[in-house]
């Protein structure tokens, strides 16, 4: 028995459940991306990489994937994880893709260091992209050496499982395996392979690049949007005329990305990085490069090195977010009208939608927080700016939503601790508690435990020197994060102020 006997569970269940089986019960490994669009695909393999060693295994997933974690666990099925053990039918590919990174474009991003694997179909029957992060240099490399190291990569894997922990659209982590090979940065880290599982890995800069490439009919560009349908909005398949099938999708990436940058708002998260490549079409996060989450609330808030002038600060994200979809719109015009004045009108009138969209997610999502989702929007806007005004610079964004759980069952020391203006504040929670907030709603909502920026340094840092527990112990942690336990006291608590301001570095 082979590997890829063992890799999936009984080829029985997976026929049950997806209809799709690989030759001899193997693991399908699809290259739907790859034979779809050939011209964003660059076949190419991973490189060596000479001691594998896992470092974290995402079993719960493995088990939504059909694959086994016991033969994961193997050498053989380490090979898999890096790329170098691969089923014969599977096409590994490196994505052609451009994008606007910080507001310039550059034609030709694409996979420098990362890989498609191919497409497996999860337990629910739906497609979800394997791709490797670190696998050597590619095409697009430009000048970078391929490769990553283990902080980054247990980094996005702690963070992005956190977000799926909290409920939000986002790309997962299946592994993390340490190659052997030294990664130069400022000092010698040790290199690993990220194992990351995606709705897709199309992006707003997947299209980009197909417009980009001026065929006669836009020939790409057409047959990526219908393959965008087919994989995130299938049932749009079924509007015959192209150009409103088209415009269709553009509107869903419009209402999905308002509901996920609402999330993302509303749970405090910076993202860091949203260059155009950088957001996708299915409505995940993607790449958690310098990212993090807010401690004190402050609309101004930039964690990452790179961002001088704070484009993608904490509140210039939704903006951000309209911004990269105009960019979409832009690369779409052809497939929206045959006369561009008319595409663009077209296109102004959809992304119009975001706006209104976005607004109506982030007031939805703060009257939960709140623990009033019956008020009606009118009644609670003037509370929620009043509350933020008050809080602003001062108060932990993610305690105070549960100090003021206890505020709705009648004790507001903790909420009122978090202020310096605690007169303001006691009028504000006198028309707050008018509104009846139930406490139980708010702490159903409201995490108590995030990667809070000092945990998750102090996680990569034991675990690049070797020890993994702490990184292990803060992956428990944060997979239950609405369920406040007994004993992970120092988890909900904010960095202490010896752990000064904070500072990201893009993964590279
Ligand atoms: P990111 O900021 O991680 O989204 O990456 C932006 C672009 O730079 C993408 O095209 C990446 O593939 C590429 N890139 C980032 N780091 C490296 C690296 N070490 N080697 C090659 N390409 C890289
Ligand atoms: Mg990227």
């Not at 995606?198 to 790409?220: C, I």
């Not at 989450?293 to 939704?318: C, E, H, K, M, W």
């Not at 009846?436 to 990667?451: C, H, S, T």
């Not at 070797?466 to 006291?489: C, H, I, K, N, S």
Request: proline fraction near 6%; hydrophobic fraction near 40%.
């Amino acid at each position: 028995m082979t590997f890829f006997d063992l890799v999936q569970t009984s080829p029985a269940d997976r026929d049950v459940r997806t209809g799709h089986e690989g030759p001899a019960g193997r693991p399908l490994l699809g290259h739907h991306f790859a034979d779809a669009l050939p011209e964003l695909s660059l076949p190419w393999t991973a490189a060596e990489a000479p001691a594998p060693q896992l470092l974290a295994l995402n079993e719960d997933l493995a088990g939504d994937l059909g694959l086994d974690p016991t033969a994961l666990r193997t050498s053989a099925g380490l090979g898999f994880l890096v790329g170098g053990n691969v089923p014969d039918e599977a096409t590994p590919v490196a994505q052609g893709y451009a994008g606007h990174q910080f507001g310039g474009y550059s034609p030709r991003l694409g996979d420098g260091r990362a890989l498609l694997l191919g497409e497996l179909t999860d337990c629910d029957g739906h497609l979800r992209d394997l791709h490797l992060k670190g696998s050597g240099r590619t095409p697009f490399a430009r000048g970078g050496d391929g490769l990553a190291a283990v902080g980054p990569m247990l980094r996005e894997y702690v963070m992005c499982e956190a977000m799926h922990a909290l409920g939000i659209p986002t790309t997962r982590a299946l592994a993390v395996t340490a190659t052997g090979v030294t990664v130069r940065r400022e000092v010698p880290l040790p290199g690993a392979v990220l194992a990351r599982v995606a709705a897709s890995h199309l992006r707003v800069g997947s299209f980009q690049y197909a417009r980009a490439l001026e065929e006669p009919d836009h020939a790409t560009l057409r047959r990526l949007a219908d393959h965008a349908i087919a994989r995130h909005y299938p049932t749009l398949a079924e509007i015959d005329d192209d150009a409103s099938r088209h415009l269709a999708l553009y509107r869903s990436v419009v209402t999905a990305q308002a509901g996920l940058i609402a999330r993302w708002m509303l749970v405090g998260f910076v993202h860091g990085v949203m260059n155009t490549d950088n957001m996708t079409i299915s409505g995940e996060t993607i790449d958690y490069g310098p990212c993090a989450f807010l401690d004190v609330y402050d609309p101004v808030t930039v964690f990452s090195s790179i961002d001088a002038d704070g484009r993608y600060a904490y509140g210039n994200q939704p903006t951000i977010a309209e911004w990269n979809l105009a960019r979409l719109a832009e690369a779409m015009l052809p497939l929206l009208a045959d006369e561009q004045d008319r595409a663009v009108e077209i296109a102004v009138e959809a992304l119009g939608g975001f706006r209104e969209q976005y607004a109506v997610a982030w007031s939805a999502g703060v009257r939960d927080k709140l623990g009033i989702p019956e008020a009606s929007p009118e009644e609670t806007e003037p509370l929620v700016e009043d509350l933020f005004t008050l809080i602003s610079g001062q108060a932990d964004h993610t305690q105070l939503f549960r100090a003021l759980a206890h505020g709705a069952r009648g004790d507001l020391a903790p909420a009122r601790d978090q202020v310096l203006d605690v007169a303001g504040f006691d009028a504000w929670a006198q028309r707050w508690l008018a509104l009846g907030p139930d406490g139980d709603l708010m702490d159903r909502d409201n995490p108590v435990y995030i990667p809070r920026n000092h945990l998750v340094e102090e996680a990569l840092a034991a675990a690049t020197a070797g020890d993994l527990t702490p990184f292990e112990r803060l992956g428990e942690v944060l997979a239950r994060p609405f369920e406040e336990r007994a004993g992970l006291e120092r988890y909900a608590e904010p960095a202490p102020d010896s752990f000064g301001r904070y500072t990201t570095f893009c993964g590279t």
